[in-house]
């Protein structure tokens, strides 16, 4: 490997100029900085390698004959979760950002990856290096947009940090950890969150405005486990719309190409993900992956707390039935929508069963994208765990 210093000679891109990965970036971050000398090996989009770095990251990779490894990858445990007195302001009830404080507080690290937003729009990325807790919690809540965390990476070896906490999404973090031995670093931790589904600022706009009723008051939205998009409003209150009652037909284009070519949506490679869509509805779902995860963990355990996972339910006949819908943009009338709302909600797949239903959902989606729009990626690109459960479904020819 290239000594660290060596590569302070490779120029970055231009902000804004072509990315190698072209069409298919996910505006990481990484070719801002000079570290693109890297960018062959380390993007997700050119040099898919989850397999080998989970190798690296955890000492070994996910077992494909082990349901639970091949859909959640590498882990030692799984859990429900809810901190005992949330963070007023945070999306959930601020597990991540009590993790990168207490980190900081203690001195396991020196500064902190997270993005904040831009002073101008609540909905900007600006990925910063916080250094203290306050400057952690104004990074509370999602940013549903692409963004560029590892524009930072030339920050990190400027400013001699040696212990660092990295908060990021699945593409981010394979590109961090194929640089990971680049940076110098003396320790590094990874807390990532599951990711699906992010767009530009401008196709935020658009999902926005055709969604809810009221985009402009839109402080963050997710897709929850009762079926239904959940957006929260300044004034506090909560709009719920159907997923069956979204407008597909206008939507299909509005995420982003590297998004609908991602397959790592449970963020494999972090050392501790969490999330919330193996949990039941009001709770997170944890992963501690390796035992630095399980040393993150350790510092919250008396500060929230937690109950087993379930799986409840069968996902197949609904993620069956979604791929031609999805696929010819149907769009079902609201009352129709609603009321299949109700139905699934009830009857449908809950905890683990409804994470492995938004993943084959996904999967299967993502699986025709790159079929259809890069066929010549298809063989190397989608990983070996992600056909498998693709080959669960018939999927169209076409």
């Known amino acids: 490997m290239t000594s660290i210093h060596s590569h302070n000679k490779a120029k970055a891109l231009k902000p804004g100029s072509r990315r190698p990965a072209k069409e298919l970036c996910s505006e990481c971050g990484l070719c801002d900085t000079y570290y693109i000398h890297y960018v062959k090996e380390a993007c997700?989009?050119?040099?898919?390698?989850?397999?080998?770095?989970e190798t690296i990251a955890h000492g070994?990779?996910?077992?494909?004959?082990?349901?639970?490894?091949?859909?959640f990858g590498v882990h030692q445990e799984m859990i429900a979760a809810q901190k005992k007195a949330p963070i007023e302001g945070a999306q959930w009830t601020g597990i991540v950002s009590t993790i990168a404080c207490e980190m900081l507080e203690k001195g396991l690290v020196e500064g902190v990856v997270c993005v904040q937003n831009t002073k101008e729009d609540r909905f900007q990325p600006m990925p910063v290096i916080a250094r203290t807790s306050d400057e952690v919690l104004a990074?509370?809540?999602?940013?549903?947009?692409?963004?560029?965390?590892?524009s930072i990476l030339e920050q990190i070896e400027q400013s001699n940090l040696k212990r660092l906490l990295v908060i990021g999404v699945g593409c981010q973090i394979q590109a961090l950890r194929a640089v990971e031995k680049e940076l110098g670093l003396e320790k590094l931790y990874v807390l990532g969150t599951p990711c699906v589904d992010n767009v530009t600022r401008e196709g935020l706009q658009k999902f926005l405005e055709t969604t809810s009723q009221s985009p402009d008051t839109v402080v963050?939205?997710?897709?929850?486990?009762?079926?239904?998009?959940h957006f929260k409003h300044e004034d506090g209150s909560i709009e719920k719309v159907p997923f069956f009652g979204l407008k597909t037909n206008k939507l299909k284009d509005v995420f982003a190409p590297s998004c609908m070519s991602c397959f790592d949506y449970v963020n494999s490679l972090a050392d501790l993900v969490v999330g919330y869509m193996g949990a039941e509805f009001g709770w997170q779902w944890i992963m501690v992956r390796n035992d630095k995860g399980k040393e993150m963990l350790a510092l919250v355990e008396d500060q929230i707390k937690t109950k087993p996972v379930i799986s409840q339910g069968n996902r197949k006949q609904a993620?069956?039935?979604?791929?031609?819908?999805?696929?010819?943009?149907?769009?079902?009338?609201?009352?129709?929508?609603?009321?299949?709302?109700?139905?699934?909600?009830?009857?449908?797949?809950?905890?683990?069963?409804?994470?492995?239903?938004?993943?084959?959902?996904?999967?299967?989606?993502?699986?025709?994208?790159?079929?259809?729009?890069?066929?010549?990626?298809?063989?190397?690109?989608?990983?070996?765990?992600?056909?498998?459960?693709?080959?669960?479904?018939?999927?169209?020819?076409?």
Request: glycine share 4%; charged share 25%.
């Open 60 to 71: 070994k990779s996910r077992n494909l004959d082990d349901e639970n490894d091949c859909y």
């Open 139 to 150: 990074a509370k809540v999602n940013k549903p947009t692409l963004s560029p965390n590892l």
């Open 220 to 229: 963050h939205y997710e897709f929850m486990q009762d079926f239904r998009v």
């Open 319 to 398: 993620v069956q039935q979604s791929i031609p819908a999805y696929d010819k943009g149907v769009t079902l009338p609201m009352w129709a929508a609603k009321l299949m709302g109700v139905v699934i909600e009830r009857v449908g797949p809950k905890g683990l069963e409804y994470a492995r239903f938004s993943i084959d959902s996904h999967f299967t989606r993502n699986y025709l994208y790159v079929k259809r729009h890069h066929p010549e990626k298809l063989e190397n690109h989608v990983p070996d765990y992600a056909k498998k459960i693709v080959s669960q479904y018939q999927l169209p020819d076409q």
């Open 44 to 53: 997700a989009f050119l040099n898919q390698q989850i397999a080998e770095l």
